[in-house]
């Protein structure tokens, strides 16, 4: 199959395209960050993540399975929950006018249309999208993804190292698995 997964050279995005490559898959990526290290060898052609839905439908042409981990974590500038909510529609959009077969789209536990959190209600808007599409989907909902390269779980075990105190909601089950390993 041909996938196109975006981030590629990011962090989600490297570990998919290479179990991906594994299995013989043809991957390519859309990034808006062309000029990452390319830990493939220049063998994912790269494509922008503009949002420019003409564009992007060009891009995918010839693409069975489009894997979408798009996200905007904190809203910074002009680039808001609300703006992550438009970009995945255009990218939605572009993968069925570029006849793509299904959808993987990594989501978040507990998305929700009615939560305070804009987050959580812009990842329930991209299911919607996607679950609206037509087009066949597997919609991902993890909790947290632990990796060398993870943001959340390598501040909190850096924390950890470093301060005597730490504090951890509810009873400190959900994360203490992870923390331990890093911590150790
Ligand atoms: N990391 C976690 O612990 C975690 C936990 C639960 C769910 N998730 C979900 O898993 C997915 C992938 O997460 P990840 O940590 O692997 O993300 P990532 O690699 O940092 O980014 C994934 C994609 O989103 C694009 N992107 C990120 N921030 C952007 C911004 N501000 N403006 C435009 N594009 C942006 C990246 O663009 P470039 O290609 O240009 O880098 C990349 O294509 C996300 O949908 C996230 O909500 C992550």
Same mark, same amino acid.
């Given at each position: 199959?041909?996938?196109? @997964?975006?981030? +590629?050279?990011?962090?989600?995005? *490297?570990? !998919?395209?290479?179990?991906?490559?594994?299995?013989?898959e043809?991957v390519?990526?859309?990034?808006?960050?062309p000029n990452?290290?390319?830990?493939?060898?220049?063998?994912?052609?790269?494509?922008p993540?503009d949002?420019?839905?003409?564009?992007?439908t060009?891009s995918?042409q010839?693409?069975?399975?489009?894997?979408n981990?798009?996200?905007?974590?904190?809203d910074?500038?002009d680039?808001?929950?609300p703006?992550?909510v438009?970009?995945t529609?255009n990218? @939605?959009?572009? +993968?069925?006018?570029?006849?793509? *077969?299904? !959808?993987?789209?990594?989501?978040?536990?507990?998305?929700?249309?009615?939560?305070?959190?804009?987050y959580y209600?812009?990842?329930?808007a991209?299911?919607?999208?996607v679950?609206?599409?037509?087009?066949s989907?597997?919609?991902?909902?993890?909790t947290?993804?632990a990796?060398?390269?993870?943001?959340?779980?390598?501040n909190?075990?850096?924390l950890?190292?470093?301060?005597p105190?730490?504090?951890?909601?509810?009873?400190?089950?959900?994360?203490a698995?992870e923390?331990?390993?890093?911590y150790?």
């Amino acid at each position: 199959m041909k996938i196109a @997964v975006t981030g +590629a050279f990011s962090y989600s995005g *490297k570990f !998919i395209t290479k179990r991906l490559m594994e299995h013989g898959e043809k991957v390519i990526t859309l990034t808006g960050h062309p000029n990452r290290p390319d830990p493939f060898d220049g063998q994912v052609k790269v494509y922008p993540l503009d949002f420019d839905e003409a564009g992007m439908t060009k891009s995918l042409q010839g693409v069975d399975v489009l894997v979408n981990t798009y996200w905007v974590r904190f809203d910074r500038g002009d680039n808001t929950q609300p703006r992550a909510v438009e970009n995945t529609q255009n990218l @939605v959009n572009a +993968a069925r006018a570029a006849g793509i *077969k299904r !959808i993987v789209n990594i989501s978040i536990a507990n998305p929700s249309a009615d939560s305070h959190l804009p987050y959580y209600w812009g990842k329930a808007a991209n299911e919607k999208t996607v679950i609206e599409s037509g087009i066949s989907y597997a919609i991902l909902r993890p909790t947290v993804l632990a990796g060398d390269e993870d943001i959340l779980i390598n501040n909190i075990a850096y924390l950890l190292r470093r301060f005597p105190l730490f504090t951890i909601p509810g009873d400190g089950k959900q994360y203490a698995s992870e923390l331990k390993k890093h911590y150790e």
